[in-house]
Nanobody
Framework: QVQLVESGGGLVQPGGSLRLSCAASGSIFSLYAMGWYRQAPGKQRDVVAGITSNGGTNYADSVKGRFTISRDNAKNTMYLQMNSLKPEDTAVYYC??????????????WGQGTQVTVSS
């Protein structure tokens, strides 16, 4: 049974930073591509960033240059460093696991989500 558990969300002022973590269990973490998605109230769930099993990354245009996705295969954990946060980044952030080493855009599993609120 694959489990993905996000942590690190919270309330932050505009311009601030947060680091989200996603701890995975129940699979061989290093073999799967992983992704971060977000869903704001009343909106669909959107891609934020993805990372392949060997560390290749991809970002949504809205977060390029501000967010950094990374993974530590030894710790079965993925991260999302979020800098220069804006109010429009407010959303529930979800961790996902892909179905193979390279495709993170077709998730097989989801975490429960963590709330990020950017407000003064």
């Amino acid at each position: 049974q694959v489990q993905l558990v996000e942590s690190g969300g919270g309330l932050v002022q505009p311009g601030g930073s947060l680091r989200l973590s996603c701890a995975a269990s129940g699979s061989i973490f290093s073999l799967y591509a992983m992704g971060w998605y977000r869903q704001a109230p009343g909106k669909q769930r959107d891609v934020v960033a993805g990372i392949t099993s060997n560390g290749g990354t991809n970002y949504a245009d809205s977060v390029k240059g501000r967010f950094t996705i990374s993974r530590d295969n030894a710790k079965n954990t993925m991260y999302l460093q979020m800098n220069s946060l804006k109010p429009e980044d407010t959303a529930v952030y979800y961790c996902s696991q892909g179905k193979n080493m390279f495709n993170w855009r077709d998730p097989a599993y989801w975490g429960q989500g963590t709330q990020v609120t950017v407000s003064s």
